[in-house]
């Protein structure tokens, strides 16, 4: 059975840095995509960025384009998500998911493995 713990989330003022960490058990990281979402009280879960091992392909939402940079460690079956120059509106759980080979269009429902999410305040 697959599983994916997420850390790293915690409070930093705007402007501040965060690594968030996805370590992933019971499947290799070579086969699947490992996508961040965010869901901030009262918004719809958003995809934030995603990474496929599988064709090395990489992605970003918007909202965090030059400012994020998400990286896989294959080895470590772990995926990270720096967290630069971050925002207000940054604030939000994050969770990490796994789909198999492709990041697709970053839809939550095609993502099979999800990690209970931690929380990302960042401060005025």
């Known amino acids: 059975e697959g599983q994916l713990v997420e850390s790293g989330g915690g409070q930093v003022q705007a402007g501040g840095s965060l690594r968030l960490s996805c370590a992933a058990s019971?499947?290799?990281?070579?086969?699947?995509?490992i996508a961040w979402f965010r869901q901030a009280p009262g918004k719809d879960r958003e995809g934030v960025s995603c990474?496929?091992?599988?064709?090395?392909?990489?992605y970003y939402s918007d909202s965090v384009k030059g400012r994020f940079t998400i990286s896989s460690d294959n080895a470590e079956n772990t995926v990270y998500l720096q967290m630069n120059s971050l925002k207000p509106e940054d604030t939000a759980v994050y969770s990490c998911?796994?789909?198999?080979?492709?990041?697709?269009?970053?839809?939550?429902?095609?993502?099979?493995?999800w990690g209970r999410g931690t929380l990302v305040t960042v401060l005025p």
């Open positions: 019971g499947f290799s990281l070579d086969s699947y995509a």
């Open positions: 998911a796994a789909a198999l080979w492709y990041c697709g269009n970053m839809v939550p429902s095609d993502y099979g493995y």
């Open positions: 990474i496929s091992s599988h064709d090395g392909t990489s």
